[in-house]
């Protein structure tokens, strides 16, 4: 047990360390900063592992060596406590020398005292050795094996608790989800864009379930902070049936098919057609983002997004952003005054086209510009249910403004596990805490017209306690002999 208390101490300095430093597919855009301003530190972390410390293989050895500790702890003992209970209480000749020891003189027989004793110990939950059993001259008890069972149910949920960790998260995943009002999404790992972080034991065995978005509500508070949103959605399983309709909020997530549904985000998503010619070669709702400028409150910049026509020679490449209306975007650009966009009143898109090469060869996501290889084109702005032309035939029109929700989709398969081994804890706890290992002998021998009834006993926990037990239970059974 020393072992594993090093152990766990040694796994939680490794935890802390995974806390500080960024970790892969949680702050990969702060690992890339570190890499650009100290390349020597981030070169040093990455060869160690520190960049990914929960799938290093140094913290995989540590957790198996724990694993392997406790299990090493718990199986003797519990083989131990197993012949513990099997047995039954040794008898004792000498009473006299044990630390709890009385004598008193009563009127039964000596087997009508013994027969009653044996009835008191097995009320008060002693398990009992003696006449009725062998043949004995005494009576053996004992009691608090609880204590011992409690505190290994104890353990052995620790232990249990930790498998359900690596079976939970080694084969589950966490990814966000943007759902677009009126559109349905599917559970599939090409569908999160990149937002998604799976187990290392994960077989790519996703769901396949779908979630049709309905609608989208937002209540603010007055300094702009969102106080509620909710996403009403259909719930649909892998065979495309209809499970059911829900409202997801947050702290109230939906659950379908081994999946739950947490509320993380929301945004806008104006539906933005690109047409040339006369022909149209892009149109559907675009997810923007909050602009996440440095020193700035996000909630006053523009919502931002991007639209890529690959189809196109020379590709093109627009960057838009969302305005609540012209007087905003009029007062952003004379006096670089910014208002919230809260509300869909007469929004406006301004944007900046480029061509060139978009470099959609090279791994980057779709809510991104990449500006290598792409040279500014022209810049305009369109109104909600305008169009405009931006030249060679090309037209971009801003025909309506929708938003969407951002979900968090998680599966975790151990958290039943964990759910039964911390109530298991709890349980283990009562025993392991307030019960105590105590032992007692009775003996009753003829004494000329009486008999002689001794006592003797001790408590291997709670001893202090175990005297006031001592002398109700001798008072109880000179009370039974006396009969």
């Known amino acids: 047990m020393r072992t594993a208390l090093a ?14 430093v960024p970790q892969v597919g949680v702050a990969d855009a702060r690992i890339a900063q570190m890499f650009r301003e100290h390349p020597l530190r981030a070169e040093i972390y990455e060869n160690f592992g520190l960049f990914d410390v929960f799938g290093s293989w140094w913290f995989t050895l540590v957790y198996a060596l724990l694993l392997l500790s406790l299990f090493a702890c718990l199986f003797p003992r519990t083989r131990g406590l197993y012949r513990n209970l099997r047995a039954r209480p040794e008898p004792l000749r000498e009473l006299d020398g044990l630390r709890h020891h009385a004598v008193r003189d009563v009127a039964g027989e000596p087997d009508r005292v013994l027969a009653g004793a044996r009835r008191v110990l097995r009320r008060r939950w002693f398990r009992v050795r003696g006449p009725g059993d062998d043949g004995a001259a005494t009576l053996s008890a004992e009691k608090g094996l609880a204590r011992e069972a409690g505190s290994l149910l104890f353990h052995w949920s620790f232990f249990l608790i930790l498998v359900g960790i690596v079976w939970g998260k080694g084969t589950g995943f966490t990814g966000q989800a943007a759902i677009v009002e009126g559109e349905t999404w599917t559970e599939a790992h090409v569908n999160y864009d990149g937002l998604i972080r799976e187990g290392r034991f994960f077989g790519e065995d996703h769901s396949g379930i779908r979630v049709r978005v309905r609608d989208f509500t ?83 910049l523009p919502w931002q997004g991007v639209v890529k026509l690959p189809s196109l020679r020379p590709q093109v490449g627009i960057e838009l952003d969302l305005w609540p209306d012209r007087r905003a975007l009029v007062a952003f650009l004379t006096t670089g ?13 301004s944007f900046t086209a480029f061509r060139g090469d978009l470099r959609l060869d090279s791994p980057q996501r779709t809510s991104d510009l990449d500006h290598t290889e792409l040279t500014e084109w022209t810049s305009d702005a369109v109104g909600i249910g305008e169009t405009i032309d931006i030249g060679e035939g090309i037209t971009v029109s801003f025909p309506e403004l929708r938003q969407y929700t951002v979900l968090q989709v998680t599966r975790d398969r151990g958290l039943w596990i964990m759910l039964v081994a911390a109530i298991l804890i709890l349980v283990g706890l009562m025993p392991a805490l307030y019960g105590s290992r105590r032992r007692l002998w009775v003996r009753a021998e003829r004494d000329g017209a009486g008999t002689r009834l001794e006592v003797g006993g001790f408590a291997l926990q709670r001893k202090a306690q175990f005297e006031e037990e001592f002398s109700s239970l001798v008072a109880e059974l000179e009370r039974v002999g006396t009969r």
Do not use: C
């Not at 152990?7 to 500080?20: E, M, P, R, T």
């Not at 009403?232 to 081994?258: Q, T």
């Not at 005054?337 to 898109?349: A, G, I, K, T, W």
């Open 7 to 20: 152990l766990l101490l040694l796994l939680g300095l490794f935890s802390v360390a995974g806390s500080l």
């Open 337 to 349: 005054q910014r208002l919230p966009m809260l509300e869909d009143h007469e929004p406006v898109l």
């Open 218 to 300: 937002v209540v603010y508070r007055p300094d702009t902070t969102p106080a509620r949103f909710t996403t009403a959605a259909l719930l649909y399983d892998a065979g495309g049936r209809f499970v059911g309709s829900v409202d997801i909020e947050v702290n109230r997530p939906a659950s379908i098919g081994g999946v739950k549904l947490f509320q993380f985000g929301f945004g806008w998503a104006p539906v933005v057609e690109v047409r040339k010619d006369g022909e149209l070669i892009a149109s559907g709702p675009v997810a923007f983002r909050q602009s996440t400028a440095p020193g700035t409150d996000p909630r006053t």
